[in-house]
Nanobody
Framework: QVQLVESGGGLVQAGGSLRLSCAAS????????MAWFRQAPGKEREFVAD????????YYADSVKGRFTISGDNAKNTLYLQMSSLKPEDTAVYYC??????????????????????WGQGTQVTVSS
């Protein structure tokens, strides 16, 4: 029904930059928000940033605030994450996520994996020291 495909990951030195992209296709009409999460080996999946189409508000994890910028186009079903001043601790698989109908979760809850009902396969980002 809905497919999310991430791209743009890779290997970069500390202090460098990368831009991730996510393309959504399928039944995305009426989507509420899109987000980026990441998961490092042995760790839980964690929220990075999201953008809520109603009003265009963006939110960031404290760990990336000031270094990462999320942007997107609801009409084109695309999402981006511009990452700058990368650190080795940013190394993880980065996932694109979408909240779209039919969504049966808490509409006021954000920032947890359960708050998004469609996921991409992820793209690896490795930051070397």
């Amino acid at each position: 029904q809905v497919q999310l495909v991430e791209s743009g990951g890779g290997l970069v030195q500390a202090g460098g930059s990368l831009r991730l992209s996510c393309a959504a296709s399928g039944r995305t009409f009426g989507s509420y928000a899109m987000a980026w999460f990441r998961q490092a080996p042995g760790k839980e999946r964690e929220f990075v940033a999201d953008i809520r189409w109603s009003g265009g508000s963006t939110y960031y994890a404290d760990s990336v605030k000031g270094r990462f910028t999320i942007s997107g186009d609801n009409a084109k079903n695309t999402l981006y994450l511009q990452m700058s001043s990368l650190k080795p601790e940013d190394t993880a698989v980065y996932y694109c996520a979408l909240r779209a109908p039919p969504y049966y979760g808490d509409p006021s809850a954000w920032g947890r994996p359960d708050d998004y009902n469609y996921w991409g396969q992820g793209t690896q980002v490795t930051v070397s020291s």
